[in-house]
């Protein structure tokens, strides 16, 4: 075990830094061959490796149990606790290791998708009002969705969507032989399904997924209310889904610098106390972000760290795009999780799996959003900041929870034994589509096509957790904003937790019950009634 540990340690640190180069400069010719030789040397060892699991799961139950009271071993009790619970899935050695090398063959479709969609696809380019060519591509798409020009916004959906119509066959291929690999995986190690068979690394009941989409079908009703909001601000006779993400008011006018953005940060998150605070001061105004864009560097926005090392963030910021303020308080709720579970976790313990990472990252936007608009009395900044975390919701848990549903019902379809065809994936997301967009939109039968176009389908049932987490979110922001008796304590226990107990447990210490609908319910809740204050803003009467 400390062989595995002091392994481990050495893997996670080269592996944090050849990662963090590319990001740094993704066309870099060294970065690239030093990341292909760690994913071969990581091919390696998992393959060698493969005896550990096999040899931990034969020893008798009897001498286990001796094994987990042994002084020696105190500081391993949670990852062999861990370990054992998969006993009923480890295969034999031979297996185990015939699966280790199974692994690239199997894990390659999502390359196979990325090289398809981000290098073989050309999508053109399109001319804006001011007669400007801009060029339309897999990551310019989005931003196209948000321009007021609804023309170019129209026009953008039908070229882009066009080349995947072009393609159509290949990438429903890609999606089927994904999903019978996730079948396959999980039969190989006696999973009663691939659902159950992703949870159970969580050890998440199955029950809890289907809660969140029973919970989030059943509230449905208030989202039909936004949309047609949306089509009545907007002027529009019908409501298209390329018209559900241009912001109802236009960006703020803002000169936020770096500097300026980490007070405001900081100032929205001082209800957490003085050691929070002050360590992520301390961080960010370091040497914690690489701020601003440069050649080569990866669009977005992360954090990463790793165990010794500093929590590092990532961005692109842009001082006149206020969202970015949002971006660096998200960014800095992930490096401040990882901060509190080193400072308090073993090596071994302190990894959160991505269930909890967005509980962090999302909770600081509450804040932040809190604290904005404790500070403004306009209108306008207002509408726009409220209109924000309207589309936060929607986009993290109406829109995830129908990603989570499509996944479901396709893997249940392979699992049943009938065929996943370009059609079964079309009709199957129409289906969502018109449960989830409701009779106020027109659905372009283009939109089907979005069912293959989705790079988290490529990681199974991991949509969910954005879903899950934002709920989460909600719910421990507005129990320390309502100031509950130790309420601060138990969040601050939660990051400290790291990954010492399953996602489920932590939550339910930091006073959140995520077996129950209670926080879906409450986000549901806050999303109608922030869209209450959004029609009262943009009313014509106000």
Request: hydrophobic letters at 40%.
């Amino acid at each position: 075990l400390e062989f595995d540990k002091e392994l481990d340690l050495k893997i996670e640190r080269v592996h944090h830094f050849a990662s963090l180069q590319l990001a740094e400069d993704s066309a870099n010719p060294d970065y690239l061959t030093r990341m292909g030789q760690l994913q071969n040397l990581l091919t390696k060892i998992s393959e060698a490796a493969a005896f550990v699991g096999p040899e931990i799961q034969a020893i008798s139950d009897e001498r286990f149990a001796e094994f987990l009271e042994a002084p020696a071993l105190v500081e391993w009790t949670t990852r062999l606790r861990k370990i054992r619970r998969n006993k009923p899935h480890v295969l034999s050695e031979p297996e185990e290791r015939l699966l280790a090398l199974g692994s690239a063959a199997l894990d390659g479709y999502d390359e196979t998708f990325s090289q398809l969609t981000d290098v073989d696809m050309k999508f053109g380019a399109l001319i804006d009002a001011e007669g400007q060519e801009r060029p339309l591509t897999q990551s310019s798409y989005s931003s196209f969705l948000v321009k007021r020009d609804h023309d170019l916004r129209k026009r953008a959906f039908h070229q882009f969507y066009a080349e995947f119509e072009d393609h159509q066959f290949t990438l429903a291929a890609s999606l089927a032989y994904l999903v019978k690999a996730d079948v396959f995986r999980a039969r190989a190690r006696n999973h009663p399904s691939a659902l159950a068979a992703s949870l159970f690394r969580d050890d998440v009941p199955v029950a809890v997924y289907d809660g969140l989409i029973s919970s989030v079908r059943a509230n449905l009703a208030p989202l039909f209310r936004y949309y047609e909001l949306r089509r009545r601000v907007l002027g529009l006779d019908e409501l298209h889904p390329y018209d559900t993400y241009v912001p109802l008011v236009p960006e703020i006018e803002t000169d936020v610098s770096f500097d300026e953005a980490i007070e405001r940060v900081l100032a929205s998150l001082a209800p957490l106390g003085p050691e929070y605070v002050g360590a992520l001061g301390e961080g960010l105004r370091g040497r914690w972000c690489d701020r601003y864009e440069t050649k080569g560097k990866r669009s977005g926005a992360f954090s990463s760290g790793s165990y010794g090392a500093p929590p590092y963030i990532l961005m692109n910021y842009k001082r006149d795009v206020f969202s970015d303020v949002y971006t660096l308080a998200h960014e800095a709720g992930h490096s401040m999780h990882t901060w509190f579970a080193q400072k308090s976790q073993r090596f071994q313990d302190y990894d959160y799996p991505i269930f909890l990472a967005e509980v962090a990252s999302t909770f600081n936007e509450e804040f932040l959003t809190h604290h904005l608009l404790e500070q403004t009395t306009d209108r306008k900044m207002r509408a726009y900041i409220i209109n924000r975390q309207i589309d936060d919701i929607r986009g993290t848990l109406f829109r995830q929870t129908m990603f989570a549903e499509f996944e479901k019902i396709i893997h249940a379809i392979e699992e049943r034994g009938d065929a996943l065809t370009l059609e079964v994936f079309k009709t199957e997301y129409r289906g969502l589509l018109q449960a989830y967009f409701g009779e106020g939109v027109v659905l372009d039968p283009q939109l089907d096509l979005e069912s293959l176009r989705i790079p988290h389908f490529y990681s199974a049932f991991y949509v969910y957790k954005y879903a899950t987490g934002i709920s989460a979110a909600v719910a421990l922001s507005e129990r320390v904003l309502a100031r509950e008796p130790g309420s601060v304590e138990a969040y601050l226990a939660f990051l400290r937790s790291g990954g010492s107990k399953f996602p489920l447990e932590t939550l339910q210490l930091a006073g959140v019950d995520m077996t129950g609908p209670g926080p879906v319910e409450s986000t549901l809740a806050l999303f109608e009634r922030r869209l209450a204050e959004l029609e009262e803003l943009l009313s014509p009467s106000s």
